[in-house]
Nanobody, 120 residues
Framework: VQLQASGGGLVQPGGSLRLSCLVS???????MGWYRQAPGKQRELVAA???????NYEDSVKGRFTISRDNAKNTVYLQMNSLKAENTAVYYC????????????????WGHGTQVTVSS
């Protein structure tokens, strides 16, 4: 399975970005998630979506980030609004074991992430 994240870039605080993750196989029966890894920190799950569309978010991104999926396109999205400097990280997608973030974990080998830099 290949996981190809895209859509990152440099954005000012308060701005928005939409990340996409194209998966090389069907995702219709798979829970999916977005992870981030900030410099010097561990990779962490920030948003997850069940195969049925139920979502869950890490507390710091609730109300600002929205995860969605298009099963027909084998693609998962992360809409990020009101971005803050602390959101600067490399973002990765993966299939996940659970949408309960603390109980979850990645199921596939990691693909390339996409860099998000929030700076004025």
């Amino acid at each position: 399975v290949q996981l190809q994240a895209s859509g990152g870039g440099l954005v000012q605080p308060g701005g928005s970005l939409r990340l996409s993750c194209l998966v090389s196989r069907s995702i219709s029966n798979v829970h999916m998630g977005w992870y981030r890894q900030a410099p010097g920190k561990q990779r962490e799950l920030v948003a997850a979506i069940t195969s049925g569309g139920r979502t869950n978010y890490e507390d710091s991104v609730k109300g600002r980030f929205t995860i969605s999926r298009d099963n027909a396109k084998n693609t998962v999205y992360l809409q990020m609004n009101s971005l803050k400097a602390e959101n600067t990280a490399v973002y990765y997608c993966n299939a996940v074991r659970s949408v309960v973030l603390l109980l979850s974990g990645p199921l596939e080998p990691w693909g390339h992430g996409t860099q998000v830099t929030v700076s004025s």
